[in-house]
């Protein structure tokens, strides 16, 4: 709602009856609303999406805007993912439908129980943004024009970038857990088990140690850089992923960048693309300290993409 030009202060008759909270307004010269969704979740997402679509029967896109765990890197651009970064989709991939053996979990990877491509038109403007290095440099700059103008609002003053020296990104096989045996004798590193009161601190409550920690090439000045805009396949699932060597085995097997929860559900109702700030790694280590500003990235990055998809398709709502 920070970013857009107008909020409207009435609704459809339509959309006052159903189980949804609405926000409309326009972004731009293109009226939008927004679906205030009642919780996490693919199920949240779809029964909403459902509705939408029946008080609002003219939607033709729906952007799913929010905060994602990233992988550490993008294979495809050889880019280092840093916290604050964005995320669009050009495919959603659902991790937690399949089988569940004795020996482990299953995904299944037959094509016609997953999600299929974007619609073609869709397909087509996503391949135009990330590989024309004039629209992507046209959305980055508006991104970050808008970005900074949300972070000098009343808004953006606890939304600001929580410092370089707060992005750690640690090795995949070293664990978020107490440290001293004295203190806690429920963490264990040989199998994994981890006390309550380790999963709720953070990195400098439990004395995780910086030599753990992966240098980063962008991060190296110690001064934030603007936020990069990454384009790729997103994991879906009901479930938080807090573990590096479960994120490392998925980014490698499915060529995943990201992983969020709730795209699924809306993804077969609307023509969806997903635009989500990183804010943390999907590891252990993982906590909210980057959500408000990953959020923010995130808005600015819609409103950029947003203005993007009407200049090329002459969407006005």
């Known amino acids: ?42 199920l949240n997402a779809a029964n909403s999406a459902i509705r939408l679509k029946s008080a609002f029967p003219h939607v033709g896109l729906c952007l799913m805007v929010g905060v994602c765990g990233g992988a550490p890197y993008n294979a495809r651009t050889k880019c280092d993912i840093v916290l604050g970064d964005v995320i669009i989709s050009t495919g959603l991939k659902q991790v937690d439908f399949g089988r569940q053996y004795a020996n482990g979990f299953l995904p299944k990877d037959d094509p016609e129980e997953n999600f299929g491509r974007p619609v073609e038109r869709l397909r087509s403007f996503l391949r135009m943004l990330s590989e024309t290095d004039h629209y992507y440099h046209r959305m980055a700059d508006a991104t970050n024009g808008t970005l900074h ?49 380790a999963l709720d601190a953070s990195c400098d409550q439990l004395g995780c140690e910086p030599g753990y920690r992966v240098a980063r090439r962008r991060l190296r000045e110690g001064c934030p850089t603007p936020p990069v ?89």
């Open 1 to 42: 709602m920070a970013v857009m030009d107008e909020v409207y202060e009435s609704l459809p008759e339509a959309a006052r009856g159903d189980a949804n909270t609405y926000t409309t307004g326009r972004l731009g010269n293109t009226s939008v609303v927004i679906v205030h969704l009642p919780g996490m979740g693919k």
């Open 149 to 197: 103008a949300l972070l000098l609002s009343a808004t953006g003053q606890s939304l600001k970038h929580p410092g370089v020296n707060r992005d750690y990104l640690y090795e995949s096989t070293y664990q978020h857990r107490c440290r001293s045996e004295k203190a806690c004798g429920t963490c264990d590193p040989s199998n994994g088990t981890v006390c309550q009161y």
């Open 229 to 317: 805009v990454h384009f790729g396949r997103i994991a879906c699932s009901d479930g938080v992923m807090k573990s590096a060597r479960d994120r490392d085995r998925l980014v490698e097997r499915y060529d995943v960048i990201g992983f969020e929860m709730e795209a699924a559900g809306a993804w077969d109702i609307f023509p969806t693309v997903v635009v989500k700030g990183v804010c943390d790694y999907a590891d252990s280590h993982k906590n909210k300290l980057w959500q408000g500003y990953g959020a923010a990235v995130a808005a600015s990055c819609m409103k950029a993409l947003l203005a993007q998809w009407a200049s090329q398709t002459g969407l006005v709502s």
